[in-house]
């Protein structure tokens, strides 16, 4: 959800080679990570293909998010998120990082981890 509500906020001409370099580095990682636990080929392709349909299912539902009510993003949330008791809680705590990701640059961000 994090990174979904990264890529909705950064994403412009200006930055769409450096946010394609952050999207692969994410999935390859991803993709160690399950073939580390032991998983082959065929179960990493279709794992995947999940994983990235996931990410996508979530950027499309929050692509308007400043103009949805609160009822609306408490749906979305629950389109990916079944029996979660603290949902509302959830929302408040994505609005505030949603917030603060519309308050800084990419490149704040790329140079504080460069720089860690």
């Known amino acids: ?5 990264f890529l909705k ?7 769409k080679k450096i946010l394609q370099e952050i999207y692969d580095f994410n999935f390859r990682q991803l993709e160690l990570s399950i073939r ?3 998983y082959g080929d065929q179960s ?4 995947m293909k999940v994983y990235v349909n996931l990410l996508h299912s979530m950027i499309t539902e929050i692509h308007f ?8 993003k408490l749906k979305k949330f629950s389109l990916f998120l079944s029996d979660f008791n603290k949902i509302e ?3 408040d705590y ?3 990082f949603n917030d603060k ?6 490149n704040s961000y790329l140079k504080s981890v460069s720089n860690a």
Request: charged share 35%; hydrophobic share 30%; proline share 0%.
């Open 1 to 5: 959800m994090h990174f979904s509500f």
């Open 9 to 15: 906020n950064y994403k412009n001409d200006d930055n």
């Open 36 to 38: 580390e636990i032991g």
């Open 44 to 47: 990493i392709n279709k794992k």
């Open 65 to 72: 998010w400043e103009n949805l009510t609160k009822t609306e």
């Open 89 to 91: 809680h959830l929302l």
């Open 94 to 96: 994505f609005e505030e």
């Open 101 to 106: 990701l519309s308050k800084k640059t990419l």
